[in-house]
């Protein structure tokens, strides 16, 4: 019986721990940029509010690179990212600017949100990156990888 238990203990605490960790698929800068919804500047604005299991951050967006549904009308002044960075959550600096890419999730009764976690691409600049910053060109004839939520999360 207590080898059953602790085997019992052994199982769960190594379920807990895969769980837990944060993994990514694989992918280059490119596909960073060019397989999300979105890829575009912000500027944060805050250092981000806990909201449920989300880290709300109010942002500024200066540019969009690319969108793959324009007509969206995205809630562009908040960036959202799993709260706990073992659920891929993203920590950001006030006051900085970020080339960020991420997918539109829709939730009832709420306008589209901009999501974002550590498997897609977060670069930061000191200063507004929209004269230096060179994006990667994306194929709009090749198939990309659709990232989504459950790949995501």
């Known amino acids: 019986m207590a080898q059953s238990a602790g ?3 052994l199982v769960l605490a190594c379920t807990l721990t895969y769980v837990s960790a944060c993994t990514c698929d694989p992918m280059t800068t490119k596909q960073k940029f060019c397989n999300p ?3 575009s500047v912000f500027k944060i604005k805050d250092n981000g509010t806990v909201v449920g299991i989300d880290r709300v951050y ?3 967006m200066l540019h969009q690179y690319r969108t793959t549904v324009p007509d969206s009308n995205p809630d562009a002044g908040k960036l959202y990212t799993p709260a706990d960075s073992a659920a891929c959550g993203v920590t950001f600096i006030r006051d900085t600017y970020y080339v960020v890419s991420g997918v539109y999730v829709k939730k009832p009764g ?3 949100q901009m999501v974002t976690n ?3 691409l977060q ?3 000191p200063e ?3 004269e230096t910053y060179v994006p ?3 194929d709009p004839t090749t198939k990309q990888i659709k990232v989504d939520q459950e790949t995501i999360f």
Do not use: M
């Open 136 to 138: 990667p060109t994306c």
């Open 37 to 39: 919804d979105f890829a």
């Open 58 to 60: 109010k942002v500024e």
């Open 128 to 130: 507004n990156p929209l």
């Open 118 to 120: 550590k498997c897609l």
């Open 7 to 9: 085997l019992v203990l």
């Open 110 to 112: 709420q306008r589209i």
């Open 123 to 125: 670069v930061n600049f």
